[in-house]
């Protein structure tokens, strides 16, 4: 859907002769660097090219109206500043009063309400993080409606603080850290704990990265989330009876496997060896991608999947059939699973020209051992939130 026509819809809506301001958020992957975020390591995330675009106008009034294309049932969702508070009937719209919500409570100045359609083409849960997208468009929105000059990382950290705080969720900065602070064809290697980061160039050159969602409903994922994260617990636990450590992401391979004797369950050991190797590799990846050494870095892409299948065990049958199958195919580089687990999607990193003929062969190996099909995305890397100015 292009601009013009998301500006005539906003004009129709809301009833509008002026031209609205474009926002945009886009949403992002996880390179490597998976279940590393709550086990004070590092992750490797980028923003693509899919997104949520918001156009809005500010009001006269104290109101703010909001209204979606992807959920236009509900039509137009009608607040006021003097309430903002969750309401569970309001449904996606809870994302964006979250957001004014904090703004407000950090002190700056909203004097007045404003008129905002949101459109998303992220696919719908696919696990490329659409929450976060709508948090940050509305935070780039709200920033450059009110003139607000906030600190970007300080936006991202409202952004968290509305899915942990006002939506309910417990979930960590990196979806809200990559969207807001996203470079086009650059990834980031980010300390979840310390909030420090650097980016790395991801010159793809003759490859694409595929996003390929396994259209599976992910009922597990929360529960088993859960789960792994008290397994890593109980195993820092086990290890700091000896160990001066924080968390598991202070380790090297090394002094882990001199220390798993430390942890009394073997299933906690498996986890936290992931923990501690998945974030080894994810530091390498930086390495490898700076020395433009494509070939080290889809290595290491098989190699965090062959972990979150074996050690930490969140992988599951579709997941596993659309890697494995990636593997088998001339002109993929890497492929893992991204994201929870359980569902969701893969990744993987494909030749340019081989592309359809790897989309082939997991589509039908796919169909002959899960029973309904996958769906496919070419996602480019791109800028972090932001607004869309006209080009003259």
Known sequence: ?????????????FQHSEEPRVFFAPGRINLIGEHTDYNGGHVFPA????????????????????????????????????????????????????????????GFDIPHGFDVLYYGNIPNGA???????????????????????????????????????????NSGIMD?????????????????????????????????????????RRELADSKYNERRQQCEEALQNLQAELSISNLGE???????????????????????????ENARTIEALQKLKAGD?????????????????????TGKELDTIVETAWKQEGVLGARMTGAGFGGCAIAIVEKEKVESV???IESDYLEKIGYEP??????????????????
């Open 47 to 106: 923003a693509i090219s899919f997104g949520t675009y918001a156009l809005a106008l500010p009001r006269k009034d104290n109101f703010i109206h909001l209204y979606s294309k992807n959920f236009s049932e509900k039509g137009i969702v009608k607040v006021s500043l003097d309430d903002l508070s969750f309401n569970k009937a309001d449904g996606w719209a809870n994302y964006p009063k979250g957001m004014t919500t904090y703004f407000l409570d950090e």
């Open 294 to 314: 494509l070939q080290s870095f889809g290595q290491l892409v098989n190699a965090s999947h062959h972990s979150l299948r074996d050690d930490y065990e969140v």
């Open 127 to 169: 696990g490329l993080s659409s929450s976060a997208s709508i948090e940050l468009v509305t935070g780039v929105l709200l920033d450059n409606l009110y003139n607000l000059s906030i600190d970007r990382i300080r936006m991202v950290q409202i952004g968290q603080k509305v899915e942990n705080k006002y939506i309910g969720v």
């Open 176 to 216: 809200q850290f990559a969207i807001g602070m996203g470079k086009e064809n650059h990834a980031i290697l980010l300390n979840c704990d310390t909030l420090d980061y650097e980016y790395a160039p991801i010159e793809l050159n003759d490859y694409d990265i595929i996003i390929i969602n396994t259209n599976k």
């Open 251 to 277: 380790l090297t391979p090394e002094q882990f496997d001199e220390n798993r004797h430390l942890i009394h369950s073997e299933v906690n050991q498996k986890r936290a060896k992931h923990a501690v190797y």
């Open 359 to 361: 989309k082939q062969a």
């Open 1 to 13: 859907m292009d601009i013009s026509t998301l500006k005539k819809d906003f004009q129709q809506t």
């Open 375 to 392: 769906t496919f995305y070419v996602a480019s890397i791109g800028d972090g939130a932001k607004e869309i100015k006209e080009e003259n």
